[in-house]
C-alpha cells in the first residue's frame, strides 16, 4: 500500500512539474490553435525586434530591458515610449501586463505624430493619483485614457499578471480586462467628437479618426511588465 503510495505521489509530481514546465514554455508563444486562426506574435520575447522609440528607427537604449522572457519598463529609465514597425487597422491585439506598486503605464492604438492616440489605461488604481483626474475615474484602469470610464466591476489582480484585450472593427473598438469587457464605443461620429471636444486632447482634431496607426507601449517612469504580445489582423 505504501508503494503504492509513493508511486503514485511521485506520478503527480512529475505531472505538475510538466504541466508547470508547460506553462513557462508556453509564453511568448503561439498554441497551435491561435496559429491555426492566424495569430501572430508581436513580441518574440528574447529580442527587441519588431519594436523602436516613438522618436527614432532604433530602440530605446535605456528605460527598457529583455529578461527571463518579459519585456520591463525600468523604473526612472527615461527610455520614451515604444511603438510596433508595422501599422494596422483592424485587429484583435493581447497584452499580459503587471504593474508595480503606484505604476502608470498604457496601450496606445491609432497613433498619429507625437504618440497621440487612444490608450487602453493601465493604473494601479488604488495608490496612483491619476485615477482621480479626468471625470467620472476615466483615466482609471482598463478605460479609454480620459475619454471612456472602464467598468467599475473590472475583474483585476495586482499580485498577476493580468490581460488587456483591444478589439477593432472598423470605427467599433472594444477594450477587455480578463475577459470582460470593460469599455465599448464607436469614432468617428458626432458623439466621439463631443467626447474628444471636453478632454485633453481637444486641441487634435484629428484625435483617434486614423484608419490605422502603429500600437504602442508607454514608458511613464514607472516599473511595469509585459509578456505574450500577440494580434490577429482581421
Request: proline share 2%.
Given at each position: ?89 483592424n ?47 476615466n ?7 480620459d475619454?471612456?470610464?472602464?467598468s ?6 495586482k ?5 488587456a ?18 469599455v ?28 490605422q ?19 490577429l489582423?482581421l
Amino acid at each position: 500500500m505504501k508503494k503504492s503510495l509513493l508511486i503514485l505521489a511521485i506520478t503527480l509530481l512529475f505531472v505538475w512539474e510538466a504541466s508547470a514546465q508547460e506553462k513557462v514554455e508556453a509564453d511568448n508563444k503561439l498554441s497551435k490553435k491561435e496559429k491555426s486562426e492566424g495569430w501572430k506574435l508581436l513580441w518574440d520575447g528574447v529580442t527587441t525586434k519588431g519594436w523602436k522609440s516613438g522618436n527614432s528607427e532604433s530602440f530605446p537604449t535605456k528605460g527598457w530591458s529583455v529578461d527571463g522572457g518579459l519585456l520591463k519598463v525600468l523604473k526612472n529609465g527615461k527610455g520614451g515610449d515604444i511603438i510596433t514597425d508595422r501599422k494596422y487597422e483592424n485587429f484583435i491585439l493581447k497584452v499580459d501586463f503587471k504593474i508595480t506598486d503606484g505604476a502608470n503605464s498604457g496601450i496606445k492604438y491609432f497613433i498619429n505624430r507625437g504618440g497621440i492616440g487612444c490608450e487602453y489605461q493601465i493604473l494601479d488604481d488604488q495608490q496612483h493619483p491619476d485615477a482621480k483626474g479626468g471625470v467620472a475615474g476615466n483615466r482609471t484602469l482598463g478605460s479609454l485614457y480620459d475619454l471612456i470610464t472602464a467598468s467599475p466591476d473590472k475583474p483585476f489582480n495586482k499580485e498577476q499578471f493580468n490581460t488587456a484585450m483591444i478589439v477593432v472593427k472598423g470605427n467599433h473598438v472594444e477594450h477587455w480586462l480578463n475577459n470582460i469587457k470593460v469599455v465599448e464605443y464607436e469614432r468617428n461620429n458626432q458623439m466621439w467628437k463631443a467626447l474628444v471636444h471636453y478632454s485633453k486632447y481637444k486641441g487634435y482634431a484629428d484625435f483617434g479618426a486614423a484608419a490605422q496607426g502603429n500600437i504602442l507601449l508607454q514608458e511613464h517612469g514607472d516599473e511595469v511588465w509585459f509578456k505574450n504580445i500577440k494580434i490577429l489582423v482581421l
